[in-house]
T-cell receptor, first 112, second 114 residues
Framework: GESVGLHLPTLSVQEGDNSIINCAYSNSASDYFIWYKQESGKGPQFIID?????DKRQGQRVTVLLNKTVKHLSLQIAATQPGDSAVYFCAEINNAGNMLTFGGGTRLMVKP | GAGVSQSPRYKVAKRGQDVALRCDPI?????LFWYQQALGQGPEFLTY????????KSGLPSDRFFAERPEGSVSTLKIQRTQQEDSAVYLC????????????FGSGTRLTVV
């Protein structure tokens, strides 16, 4: 069935470097995507979202890029900090807007 | 409260035991969702309420799983005759709108079936 997935299960970066986390999706009809951060023992926390009529959206230290041609999402984190260490999920909302489909997650590890 | 509250935080159940997991959504939030998260995986949709109405229960894995939200606020997810494959974190989320936009997740209940 339709699904959202990720390329890399673990990403290790040096503190201060930029991080890029990738995600592929298969439902070409999806029009809303969200990146979540999940720390150990906590629920997913909203980071940034993007609609399909955009190809880029920026937040504070984070940027999401959407390439609809190849059905690919990425999350860029600038100047990665130890507090960014977590598992990151991309997710899409169904057409009814009431169900999230998550990928398997990428663990980001920040080395001091 | 300020966020979505779930209890208990941890639950250990013997195989065959019934369990009940509670979710207190953010006050005034119309929509409430339950997700199941297996170790190392992303959350998977279980069921969705709009006020007290359960509008979608397509994700419930079997008839051993039952959810309710009788007064449109607190919700309970019940699992009967628990099995080892039910071990997971059960996440609750709520949303102010009639949709999933603007979800706020709770910290979850970690269920371990032994």
């Amino acid at each position: 069935g339709e699904s959202v997935g990720l390329h890399l299960p673990t990403l290790s970066v040096q503190e201060g470097d930029n991080s890029i986390i990738n995600c592929a999706y298969s439902n070409s009809a999806s029009d809303y995507f969200i990146w979540y951060k999940q720390e150990s023992g906590k629920g997913p926390q909203f980071i940034i979202d993007i609609r399909s009529n955009m190809d880029k959206r920026q937040g504070q230290r984070v940027t999401v890029l959407l390439n609809k041609t190849v059905k690919h999402l990425s999350l860029q984190i600038a100047a990665t900090q130890p507090g960014d260490s977590a598992v990151y999920f991309c997710a899409e909302i169904n057409n009814a807007g009431n169900m999230l489909t998550f990928g398997g997650g990428t663990r980001l590890m920040v080395k001091p | 409260g300020a966020g979505v509250s779930q209890s208990p935080r941890y639950k250990v159940a013997k195989r065959g035991q019934d369990v009940a997991l509670r979710c207190d959504p953010i006050s005034g939030h119309v929509s409430l969702f339950w997700y199941q998260q297996a170790l190392g995986q992303g959350p998977e949709f279980l069921t969705y309420f709009q006020n007290e109405a359960q509008l979608d229960k397509s994700g419930l894995p079997s008839d051993r799983f039952f959810a309710e939200r009788p007064e449109g606020s607190v919700s309970t997810l019940k699992i009967q005759r628990t099995q080892q494959e039910d071990s997971a974190v059960y996440l609750c989320a709520s949303s102010l709108s009639n949709s999933g936009y603007g979800y706020t997740f709770g910290s979850g209940t970690r269920l371990t079936v032994v």
